[in-house]
Every structure is written in structure tokens, then in C-alpha cells.
């Protein structure tokens, strides 16, 4: 017998939460396999079987809290457990399997009555022929030759009367028939109208679908919170209580750094393996702003303000579990390209569950995308003992009014981006967030940052 217990999972991390257990008492599981998810107030982890075998025992359940070293489960030799597995294993499912064609047998008699319907069929038939001789011989009894002529005066002389021909066509070209005069006879309006209407009226123009709303499967249902979003919800509501918060907003042109984008794309990816997108260039200038304005990377304790010597951003990532902010260290010395890669694996690494406690821990800023699902910006939450956290919305193209060397102004096309800087108002003034905005602001807007690439 082996006793599972839960390991140390950081520094700072006491003690866990099972939130789902992997494996049931009598399965089978391997060395390092995943045997029960853990969540803290750090991070949701999986922890995996120290040795081979059965598990005999599970002796905490799901949504208890224990201790790090608690033991959770008991796992014994497999071949304790080996005999009871192939006794259930499928010698009962094939009897019922066996026993439902017995019904099946009497399937074909239900047709043979249904056989007999094909004498419906010439019953129909008959019926039919005398019907279509009848029509023909009142037909020039009745004159109706002479029906049609009115009908059709009539039909020249009405305004209101559209053509079968007409109202398709207009519903094919989108054309709202109230919209279009008519040259015919008495106003009406015939197929030349829509056509010409179709061709000069811009209204034809969105035709395109409205995007298919797909209900979700939570409407009306109620989940409880799981652990990591209790802990969320706990923090940044004592962070609100505990400070008091205001943001700053400035609007920054980067056509500069999406010009460099574009023109060392491929070769970034050629010697990097990451894709080159803004992030990189908003964390670098965002953490050498931090260099010169310490008390955005500043903390309180009591009646202290403590300058951390290091820049170590956090940055927060989307996940299906919550927001989670792992920490790139020490941001102020990488370059673009050591920057980029330690955004994509931390990333990657914090969707698929696989970062420890410490690497979610040591932040002294965070940087925060809220543009990546198209935010203009936002006024996000400081989560403490930070100070301060920067947002950055959509890059989007739109005019701008620039002014050359000279002094001349005119209008441009620029790919502009806004920088919203929330802070702790108890010891940073808005004049010492808007010097921080403005600086950063400088360093984008030059766009020199070919000497950074790291390439």
C-alpha cells in the first residue's frame, strides 16, 4: 500500500481544495498519471500517482479543504484488485444484446400489411384520368378565351399591381418595392424600375447575414463558484475596500511599432517561433516607465510605501477557469523577442493548467490586454499589494489630425490604441500617473525599438 498525500505546491500555499477526483476506488493507475485536481488560492493543479497499482482508498472527497501533506488516497498492489475488474467486465451486456433481436424477428411481418397499400396506389390512378378530360371539355363550351382580356386591362391600368416576375426580382435584389416609382401604365411598376433602382440605390448594399447568436447551455441553470473564482472575487473586493482607485487615460499612435510589425514579421518568426504582436512592445515600455516612476511599482505597508527594485509584470490571461496574472520577472531587461516568448509559454502553460503557485506570485505591475476581444478600454481593478495596473484597448486605424516638422497639420490614417492606468490614489496623484502615461506614451509613439528585437 502507498499513501498519496498533497504536496508542497508553493511557497506560500498551506493548504487545497479537491475539486474533482480522477480516478474512482478500484481503477487502475499509472505512475505520474493524473489522479485528482487540486485547486489553491494560487492556481487549479492536477496531482499525479507516486506509484503504480489500484486505488483502495479515497479519504478525501471533492470541495474539502486539507492540509499540504494530508493524505488523499491509498493505492495497493493492481493485483489485489485484478480479479474484480473481469467479473463485471461485459459477460452480463451481451445477454440483452442477444435478446433484442428476438422483437426484431417480427419487424417483417409489419410490412407485408404495408405491401398491400400499392392498391391505393392504382386506386388513385383511375381517379385521376377522368379528371383531366373533364377540364378540357367545358373549356370551349365556356368561351374563357374571352376571361383573360379584362382581367389583363384591368391589371395595365392598376398602379398597384406587381408582376409575379417583378416581386421576385425585387426580393432577390433586396429592393423595397414602396421605395421604387413605377413607368408603366398608370404608374406601375415593372422589372426595368427595379433593375434601375437596384443599380443606383445603395440600400441594396447589406445583404450580408447578422451573425448567428448561439444560445449559451448555462441560460437558467446555477453552478456554485468554484475555488479560484471565490478567492478572485474575495481579492478584488478587499482590494476595492482596502484603496482607494482611479484611472488614467491617454491615447497613443503606435503606427511606428505596427510598421515595424509588419516588416519583420516573418523573420521574427523564423527566429523566435512566435507570432510578433503589440504586447511585447507595450510590457517593455510599460516596465522601463517603470524604472523612472517608482511609485507606480510601489506597494504600501501601514504607514509605509515600499519601491520594489525589480519590474516583474504580471500579465492577465484569459482562462476557462478565471483570470489568472503569471509573472514575467525582472520585464524592464528582456528584449522583445525574450519577452514575446515567455508571454506565448506562460500563456500557454496558464490555459492548460500547468504553472505552479510561484510563478503566479511576485508581480509588482500588471499589464492587462483588454482589447484582445476588441475593448476600446476599460477601468480595470487593482488587485493588491500592487499599486497600480495598465489596460491596454484594440489597436484600431482611423484619421487622426498629425503635424509634420514644419508645423503643418493634416489628416492621416493612424493605428491608434488607448492606455488606461489604474492606480492607488492613496499615494499616487493623478499628476504622478499622467508624467508615468505620458512617458510611456513617448517611447511607443518613436517607435524606436529596433536595437530591442532581439533578433
Given at each position: 500500500?502507498?499513501?498519496?498525500?498533497?504536496?508542497?505546491?508553493?511557497?506560500?500555499?498551506?493548504?487545497?481544495?479537491?475539486?474533482?477526483?480522477?480516478?474512482?476506488?478500484?481503477?487502475t493507475?499509472?505512475?505520474?498519471?493524473?489522479?485528482?485536481?487540486?485547486?489553491?488560492?494560487?492556481?487549479?493543479?492536477?496531482?499525479?500517482?507516486?506509484?503504480?497499482?489500484?486505488?483502495?482508498?479515497?479519504?478525501?472527497?471533492?470541495?474539502?479543504?486539507?492540509?499540504?501533506?494530508?493524505?488523499?488516497?491509498?493505492?495497493?498492489?493492481?493485483?489485489?484488485?485484478?480479479?474484480?475488474?473481469?467479473?463485471?467486465?461485459a459477460v452480463?451486456?451481451?445477454?440483452?444484446?442477444?435478446a433484442?433481436p428476438?422483437?426484431?424477428?417480427?419487424a417483417?411481418?409489419?410490412?407485408?400489411?404495408?405491401?398491400?397499400?400499392?392498391?391505393?396506389?392504382?386506386?388513385?390512378?383511375?381517379?385521376?384520368?377522368?379528371?383531366?378530360?373533364a377540364?378540357?371539355?367545358?373549356?370551349?363550351?365556356?368561351?374563357?378565351?374571352?376571361?383573360?382580356?379584362?382581367?389583363?386591362?384591368?391589371?395595365?391600368?392598376?398602379?398597384?399591381?406587381?408582376?409575379?416576375?417583378v416581386r421576385?426580382?425585387?426580393?432577390?435584389?433586396?429592393?423595397?418595392?414602396?421605395?421604387?416609382?413605377?413607368?408603366?401604365?398608370?404608374?406601375?411598376?415593372?422589372?426595368?424600375?427595379?433593375?434601375?433602382?437596384?443599380?443606383?440605390?445603395?440600400?441594396?448594399?447589406?445583404?450580408?447575414?447578422?451573425?448567428?447568436?448561439?444560445?449559451?447551455?448555462?441560460?437558467?441553470?446555477?453552478?456554485?463558484?468554484?475555488?479560484?473564482?471565490?478567492?478572485?472575487?474575495e481579492?478584488?473586493?478587499?482590494?476595492?475596500?482596502?484603496?482607494?482607485?482611479?484611472?488614467?487615460?491617454?491615447?497613443?499612435?503606435?503606427?511606428?511599432?505596427?510598421?515595424?510589425?509588419?516588416?519583420?514579421?516573418?523573420?521574427?518568426?523564423?527566429?523566435?517561433?512566435?507570432?510578433?504582436?503589440?504586447?511585447?512592445?507595450?510590457?517593455?515600455?510599460?516596465a522601463?516607465?517603470?524604472?523612472?516612476?517608482?511609485?507606480?511599482?510601489?506597494?504600501?505597508?501601514?504607514?509605509?510605501?515600499?519601491?520594489?527594485?525589480?519590474?516583474?509584470?504580471?500579465?492577465?490571461?484569459?482562462?476557462?477557469?478565471?483570470?489568472?496574472?503569471?509573472?514575467?520577472?525582472?520585464?524592464?531587461?528582456?528584449?522583445?523577442?525574450?519577452?514575446?516568448?515567455?508571454?506565448?509559454?506562460?500563456?500557454?502553460?496558464?490555459?492548460?493548467?500547468?504553472l505552479?503557485?510561484?510563478?503566479?506570485?511576485?508581480?509588482?505591475?500588471?499589464?492587462?490586454?483588454?482589447?484582445?476581444?476588441?475593448?476600446?478600454f476599460?477601468?480595470?481593478?487593482?488587485?493588491?499589494?500592487?499599486?497600480?495596473?495598465?489596460?491596454?484597448?484594440v489597436?484600431?486605424?482611423?484619421?487622426?489630425?498629425?503635424?509634420?516638422?514644419?508645423?503643418?497639420?493634416?489628416?492621416?490614417?493612424?493605428?491608434?490604441?488607448?492606455?488606461?492606468?489604474s492606480?492607488?490614489?492613496?499615494?499616487?496623484?493623478g499628476?504622478?500617473?499622467?508624467?508615468?502615461?505620458?512617458?510611456?506614451?513617448?517611447?511607443?509613439?518613436?517607435?524606436?525599438?529596433?536595437?530591442?528585437?532581439?533578433?
Amino acid at each position: 500500500m502507498s499513501e498519496v498525500v498533497l504536496p508542497a505546491l508553493g511557497e506560500s500555499v498551506t493548504e487545497g481544495t479537491i475539486t474533482r477526483w480522477l480516478k474512482k476506488v478500484g481503477d487502475t493507475v499509472a505512475v505520474d498519471e493524473p489522479l485528482v485536481e487540486v485547486s489553491t488560492d494560487k492556481v487549479d493543479t492536477e496531482i499525479p500517482s507516486p506509484v503504480a497499482g489500484v486505488v483502495q482508498q479515497i479519504l478525501v472527497q471533492e470541495d474539502e479543504t486539507v492540509a499540504v501533506g494530508a493524505v488523499l488516497a491509498v493505492i495497493g498492489d493492481a493485483a489485489v484488485a485484478a480479479p474484480a475488474a473481469p467479473a463485471p467486465a461485459a459477460v452480463e451486456t451481451p445477454a440483452p444484446v442477444a435478446a433484442a433481436p428476438a422483437p426484431v424477428v417480427e419487424a417483417p411481418v409489419v410490412p407485408a400489411p404495408v405491401a398491400a397499400v400499392p392498391v391505393a396506389a392504382p386506386v388513385a390512378a383511375p381517379v385521376a384520368a377522368p379528371v383531366a378530360p373533364a377540364m378540357p371539355a367545358p373549356v370551349p363550351a365556356v368561351a374563357a378565351p374571352a376571361a383573360p382580356a379584362p382581367v389583363a386591362a384591368d391589371n395595365e391600368s392598376d398602379p398597384n399591381y406587381i408582376t409575379p416576375i417583378v416581386r421576385k426580382l425585387a426580393h432577390d435584389m433586396g429592393v423595397n418595392l414602396a421605395s421604387v416609382r413605377g413607368t408603366g401604365v398608370g404608374g406601375r411598376i415593372r422589372k426595368e424600375d427595379v433593375l434601375a433602382f437596384g443599380s443606383s440605390a445603395p440600400v441594396a448594399a447589406p445583404v450580408a447575414a447578422a451573425p448567428a447568436i448561439v444560445a449559451s447551455p448555462l441560460r437558467g441553470t446555477t453552478e456554485p463558484m468554484s475555488r479560484l473564482r471565490k478567492v478572485l472575487a474575495e481579492r478584488a473586493v478587499a482590494s476595492m475596500n482596502s484603496s482607494a482607485q482611479l484611472t488614467t487615460v491617454v491615447e497613443v499612435d503606435v503606427t511606428k511599432i505596427a510598421n515595424l510589425r509588419k516588416s519583420v514579421q516573418a523573420n521574427f518568426v523564423a527566429k523566435t517561433g512566435v507570432k510578433l504582436n503589440f504586447m511585447p512592445f507595450f510590457c517593455l515600455a510599460a516596465a522601463e516607465g517603470l524604472q523612472a516612476h517608482p511609485k507606480i511599482n510601489s506597494s504600501v505597508d501601514g504607514e509605509n510605501i515600499v519601491y520594489h527594485g525589480t519590474e516583474n509584470v504580471s500579465f492577465a490571461v484569459d482562462t476557462e477557469r478565471g483570470l489568472l496574472t503569471p509573472v514575467i520577472r525582472n520585464a524592464a531587461s528582456l528584449n522583445i523577442a525574450q519577452t514575446a516568448q515567455q508571454i506565448a509559454e506562460l500563456a500557454d502553460r496558464t490555459r492548460n493548467n500547468k504553472l505552479t503557485p510561484d510563478e503566479l506570485s511576485g508581480g509588482t505591475f500588471t499589464l492587462t490586454n483588454t482589447g484582445s476581444r476588441g475593448a476600446l478600454f476599460d477601468t480595470p481593478v487593482v488587485f493588491l499589494p500592487q499599486s497600480a495596473i495598465l489596460g491596454t484597448g484594440v489597436v484600431t486605424k482611423r484619421p487622426v489630425v498629425v503635424t509634420d516638422a514644419e508645423g503643418n497639420e493634416s489628416i492621416a490614417i493612424r493605428s491608434m490604441v488607448y492606455l488606461a492606468l489604474s492606480y492607488d490614489h492613496r499615494h499616487i496623484d493623478g499628476a504622478d500617473a499622467s508624467r508615468y502615461l505620458t512617458d510611456v506614451k513617448a517611447r511607443l509613439e518613436a517607435g524606436a525599438f529596433e536595437a530591442n528585437l532581439g533578433i
